[in-house]
């Protein structure tokens, strides 16, 4: 099983930053893209960054210049740094990753696993 857990969020003005942190335990070996969600007040779920096991990345048209996503192997942590925030940034953000087919697929099932979430409020 994998294990995540965020760090790094609160409170900022608008135009300030911030970096979110994620550590992945257990079998960790297995997880193949990582990335980070967010979710604001009577909104759905939405990704806003995810980067794959051979670090290609990919951003949600809305952060675009602004956030980098960013993976350490060697630690398995990956990092949100969110530069220039909005006050439209204000959500939830939620660590995610992905274990996709293995040799061992009956011990190894393909799934999904979430961190706890960490606010991040951005004001005007």
């Known amino acids: 099983q994998v294990h995540l857990v965020e760090s790094g969020g609160g409170l900022v003005q608008t135009g300030g930053s911030l970096r979110l942190s994620c550590r992945a335990a257990?079998?960790?070996?297995?997880?193949?893209?990582m990335g980070w969600y967010r979710q604001a007040p009577g909104k759905q779920r939405e990704l806003v960054a995810s980067?794959?096991?051979?670090?290609?990345?990919n951003y949600a048209d809305s952060v675009k210049g602004r956030f980098t996503i960013s993976r350490d192997h060697a630690s398995d942590t990956v990092y949100l740094q969110m530069n220039s925030l909005k006050p439209e940034d204000t959500a939830v953000y939620y660590c995610?990753?992905?274990?996709?087919?293995?040799?061992?697929?009956?011990?190894?099932?393909?799934?999904?696993?979430w961190g706890q979430g960490t606010q991040v409020t951005v004001s005007s």
């Open positions: 995610n990753a992905k274990r996709g087919w293995t040799p061992d697929v009956h011990i190894y099932p393909k799934s999904d696993f």
């Open positions: 257990g079998d960790t070996f297995t997880i193949n893209a």
């Open positions: 980067i794959s096991g051979t670090d290609n990345t």
